[in-house]
Nanobody, 117 residues
Framework: QVQLVESGGDLVQPGGSLRLSCAASGIIFSIYAMGWYRQAPGKQRELVAR???????NYADSVKGRFTISRDNAKNMVYLKMNSLKPEDTAVYYC???????????WGQGTQVTVSS
């Protein structure tokens, strides 16, 4: 059974920082392109940051220089460090495991990030 379990979401003031974590199980973690997406109320889910199948990273323009994605293949974990948070970063953040054309795509249940004073 595949599980992606996110944690670390919270209420934080503008300018603050958070680190999201995603624990994966039931997949061969190292072969998946892991990523983070977010969905704000009334908006479509959008890419935040991801690893490509080649191991490089992609970031949404809105988070470049503020967010950093990382992974630990030994622990089956992927992280999103978020600095200089803005109110517009408020959303549910989802962990994604992209198996490309070979393996199924998987999603976590999401973790809420709220940036507000």
């Amino acid at each position: 059974q595949v599980q992606l379990v996110e944690s670390g979401g919270d209420l934080v003031q503008p300018g603050g920082s958070l680190r999201l974590s995603c624990a994966a199980s039931g997949i061969i973690f190292s072969i998946y392109a892991m990523g983070w997406y977010r969905q704000a109320p009334g908006k479509q889910r959008e890419l935040v940051a991801r690893f490509t199948s080649g191991g490089s990273t992609n970031y949404a323009d809105s988070v470049k220089g503020r967010f950093t994605i990382s992974r630990d293949n030994a622990k089956n974990m992927v992280y999103l460090k978020m600095n200089s948070l803005k109110p517009e970063d408020t959303a549910v953040y989802y962990c994604n495991a992209d198996g490309g054309s070979t393996w199924p795509n998987h999603w976590g249940q999401g973790t809420q990030v709220t940036v507000s004073s």
